[in-house]
T-cell receptor, first 111, second 114 residues
Framework: NAGVTQTPKFRILKIGQSMTLQCTQD?????MYWYRQDPGMGLKLIYYSVGAGITDKGEVPNGYNVSRSTTEDFPLRLELAAPSQTSVYFCASRDSYYGYTFGSGTRLTVV | AQSVAQPEDQVNVAEGNPLTVKCTYSVSGNPYLFWYVQYPNRGLQFLLK??????LVKGSYGFEAEFNKSQTSFHLKKPSALVSDSALYFC????????????FGTGTRLQVFP
């Protein structure tokens, strides 16, 4: 099925651990995004990419890194997990007509 | 700066009654406006968008939204609510061109009672 696939769906990390949230889309979209959703706060943009090899910071990039080596993949890296990074993370991509597609999310808990 | 506001944290409506979920925006330039719905433990699903054209936009699942430039509003509506419409609804506006992002409201929880 066409869409945005995120893995894992759930993860518990200890403070200071690292992990990579995977995101893959098969719609050949150039634009991809990472958002985090905190209760009562809506979604905040972490990083985005307008094409392979091009990334830029969003509103809340601290503590995260991204790469975009291919059109399909846009992984999000947490280097030193902190409790403040406990959140639900959504990856999204969009087409040229501003049709956005979201993944089903990764629920991350840092303890 | 681009922003969007959803003034109601929760909207309660009886099944079969019309529903409205409010959204106001502030943008420089022409607004690109969106509505998304989120069911528990799920990602966001697209409902509808306004980029240009008719002020009344029809979307998925019988929802529609009216773009009102003078009131800077983009309220989501449905003539007859269903219990299955109960979910979290987000209004969003496209950010500045040089950042290319969606700016989301804080969400409105819609509760439809049987």
């Amino acid at each position: 099925n066409a869409g945005v696939t995120q893995t894992p769906k759930f993860r518990i990390l200890k403070i200071g651990q690292s992990m990579t949230l995977q995101c893959t889309q098969d719609m050949n979209h150039n634009y991809m995004y990472w958002y985090r959703q905190d209760p009562g706060m809506g979604l905040k943009l972490i990083y985005y990419s307008v094409g392979a090899g091009i990334t830029d910071k969003g509103e809340v990039p601290n503590g995260y890194n991204v790469s975009r080596s291919t059109t399909e993949d846009f992984p999000l890296r947490l280097e030193l997990a902190a409790p403040s990074q406990t959140s639900v993370y959504f990856c999204a991509s969009r087409d040229s007509y501003y049709g956005y597609t979201f993944g089903s999310g990764t629920r991350l808990t840092v303890v | 700066a681009q922003s969007v506001a959803q003034p109601e944290d929760q909207v309660n409506v009886a099944e079969g009654n019309p529903l409205t979920v409010k959204c106001t925006y502030s943008v420089s330039g022409n607004p690109y406006l969106f509505w998304y719905v989120q069911y528990p433990n799920r990602g966001l699903q697209f409902l509808l968008k306004y980029i240009t054209g008719d002020n009344l936009v029809k979307g998925s699942y019988g929802f529609e939204a009216e773009f009102n430039k003078s009131q800077t509003s983009f309220h989501l509506k449905k003539p007859s609510a269903l219990v299955s419409d109960s979910a979290l609804y987000f209004c969003a506006v496209r950010g500045p061109l040089n950042t290319d992002k969606l700016i989301f409201g804080t969400g409105t929880r819609l509760q439809v009672f049987p």
